[in-house]
């Protein structure tokens, strides 16, 4: 079921067969040099089940699979996580490495970003990124969010840029 739409995407709710699509993405070992590293097929499997749970309990997704309208293949994934504090969730997405440089990510985050503010109702945004990790540090700025500080992301192992983007 597609959820949203830009002029070349399509985010959609998760089905059980995207846990072989995804895994090129997060099964990617330079997708996720920047992240806490690879994963496995079966944590692979048991993330995308825990986003299928999410849908059905919840009726609504907060990560998306994205998909190219063209050929419906799986380039990445964008969206939300809930964390500690109430009404704050971190922004994230993941992009096929074969597909930057496209803009599919700028073009997925700005509709997802908009979407979660209005469906989640959160009362500030965060994200982070590695320092050498241009690509996702300009699509931040890009989509305002607020340069905070730079720190040791301890499940990265690295040094990153903090983010956020308040939203009331």
């Known amino acids: 079921m597609s959820v949203l739409q830009t002029e070349r995407l399509i985010m959609r709710y998760w089905k059980q067969e995207d846990s072989e699509k995804v895994a090129k993405i997060w099964g990617n ?6 992240c806490a590293g690879a994963m496995t097929d079966e944590l692979i499997k048991n993330v995308v089940n825990s986003y299928i749970r999410f849908q059905e309990e919840n009726d609504y997704s ?14 990445g994934v964008c969206g939300f996580q ?36 209005d469906k989640l109702k959160p009362k500030k945004i ?7 990790n241009i690509g996702s540090l300009k699509i ?26 308040k939203v009331n």
């Open 126 to 132: 965060i994200a982070g990124a590695a320092i050498e």
């Open 62 to 75: 907060i990560m998306f699979p994205i998909e190219l309208k063209e050929n419906k293949d799986i380039v």
């Open 140 to 165: 931040l700025e890009k989509l305002n969010f607020t340069f905070l500080e730079e720190k040791w992301f301890d499940d990265t192992q690295m040094n990153g840029r903090y983010y956020e983007l």
């Open 29 to 34: 070992t330079a997708t996720m040099k920047y």
């Open 82 to 117: 809930k964390t500690q504090e109430k009404d704050v969730f971190e922004f994230m997405y993941h992009f096929r490495e074969d597909t930057w440089g496209k803009g599919y990510a700028s073009e997925a985050a700005s509709t997802v970003l908009d979407y979660g503010i």
